[in-house]
C-alpha cells in the first residue's frame, strides 16, 4: 500500500462499497483507466473521519455507502478524453440528460483536476441497516444536473431531510460539502491539499512517497 493510503474497507468493518468507476456503471459507460479492481482508497485520515461518520450514522439506524475515494489523475484525464469525444447517447439519459457531452466541463461537471486525486475526497450516501434500501436523496450518483446541487428546489422535503441528515454526519466529523454534488465531501484537513496523485488502484499499491 502506498504511504498514507489505506484501503477502507480494511479500517471500516462491514463498509458497503461500490466503486462505480471500478465497473460498467458509470457515466463513461466502462471502466475508467486507473480503476483496476473494485475497492475504495483514501488516505489514513479519511478513513479515520470515515469511521466516526460510520459510528455516528449507525446510532441513527443507518449505514454508508461509499462511491469513490481517491482517483487516480489518468483517471481525470480519461473523464477529460471522454467528454470530448462524439455523443453516442449510451448513458446520457442516466447522467446528463439535460445537457450535451460537449457541455460537461463548461458548466464544472467534468474538471482538469479533483478533490479525489488528493486522497481526501468521499462520494457516499446513505442506506437502511434493517432494510439495506438505499436512502432517497433526490438524485442518483453522477447525476450531472442543477437537480443534484445540494439545496436544490427540485427535491421533495424528504430528500433535502435526508440530504441535511447525511450533511450533518459529516460535517460532525470533520468533513465539507460540495454545494454541486450532494453525494461529494471532502476532509477539512487534508493531509496532502496541493498533491494530485497518480498511482492505480491495484490489489497491492506502490509505496512511492
Same mark, same amino acid.
Given at each position: 500500500?502506498?504511504?498514507? /493510503?489505506?484501503?477502507?474497507?480494511?479500517?471500516?468493518?462491514?463498509?458497503? %462499497?461500490?466503486?462505480? $468507476?471500478?465497473?460498467?456503471?458509470?457515466?463513461?459507460? *466502462?471502466?475508467?483507466?486507473?480503476?483496476?479492481?473494485?475497492?475504495?482508497?483514501?488516505?489514513?485520515?479519511?478513513?479515520?473521519?470515515?469511521?466516526?461518520?460510520? *459510528?455516528?450514522?449507525?446510532?441513527?439506524?443507518?449505514?454508508?455507502?461509499?462511491? @469513490?475515494? $481517491?482517483?487516480?489523475?489518468?483517471?481525470?484525464? #480519461?473523464?477529460? +478524453? %471522454?467528454?470530448?469525444?462524439?455523443?453516442?447517447?449510451?448513458?446520457?439519459?442516466?447522467?446528463?440528460?439535460?445537457?450535451?457531452? #460537449?457541455?460537461?466541463?463548461?458548466?464544472?461537471?467534468?474538471?482538469?483536476?479533483?478533490?479525489?486525486?488528493?486522497?481526501?475526497?468521499?462520494?457516499?450516501?446513505? $442506506?437502511?441497516?434493517?432494510?439495506?434500501?438505499?436512502?432517497?436523496?433526490?438524485?442518483? /450518483?453522477?447525476?450531472? @444536473?442543477?437537480?443534484?446541487? %445540494?439545496? #436544490?428546489?427540485?427535491? #421533495?422535503? +424528504?430528500?433535502?431531510?435526508?440530504?441535511?441528515?447525511?450533511?450533518?454526519?459529516?460535517?460532525?466529523?470533520?468533513?465539507?460539502?460540495?454545494? $454541486?454534488? %450532494?453525494?461529494?465531501?471532502?476532509?477539512?484537513?487534508?493531509?496532502?491539499?496541493?498533491?494530485? /496523485?497518480?498511482?492505480?488502484?491495484?490489489?497491492?499499491?506502490?509505496?512511492?512517497?
Amino acid at each position: 500500500m502506498m504511504h498514507g /493510503f489505506v484501503f477502507l474497507d480494511e479500517i471500516l468493518e462491514d463498509i458497503r %462499497w461500490d466503486a462505480k $468507476y471500478a465497473t460498467w456503471d458509470n457515466f463513461t459507460g *466502462k471502466p475508467v483507466t486507473g480503476y483496476e479492481i473494485n475497492r475504495i482508497v483514501g488516505t489514513k485520515e479519511l478513513a479515520a473521519a470515515l469511521l466516526q461518520a460510520k *459510528k455516528i450514522a449507525a446510532r441513527l439506524g443507518y449505514g454508508l455507502l461509499l462511491w @469513490d475515494g $481517491y482517483r487516480p489523475q489518468r483517471a481525470v484525464d #480519461s473523464f477529460l +478524453e %471522454w467528454a470530448e469525444l462524439p455523443e453516442d447517447g449510451d448513458t446520457k439519459m442516466k447522467h446528463y440528460p439535460k445537457i450535451r457531452r #460537449s457541455e460537461l466541463i463548461l458548466k464544472g461537471y467534468v474538471a482538469a483536476q479533483s478533490s479525489h486525486s488528493r486522497g481526501s475526497a468521499i462520494d457516499l450516501t446513505l $442506506y437502511e441497516l434493517y432494510s439495506g434500501k438505499l436512502v432517497p436523496m433526490g438524485s442518483d /450518483f453522477d447525476y450531472m @444536473d442543477t437537480r443534484s446541487h %445540494w439545496n #436544490s428546489s427540485e427535491i #421533495s422535503e +424528504e430528500e433535502m431531510n435526508n440530504r441535511k441528515m447525511l450533511c450533518a454526519i459529516m460535517e460532525s466529523c470533520g468533513f465539507l460539502r460540495y454545494e $454541486y454534488e %450532494w453525494w461529494h465531501y471532502v476532509l477539512k484537513d487534508e493531509p496532502y491539499p496541493d498533491t494530485y /496523485f497518480d498511482f492505480p488502484l491495484v490489489n497491492k499499491l506502490k509505496q512511492t512517497i
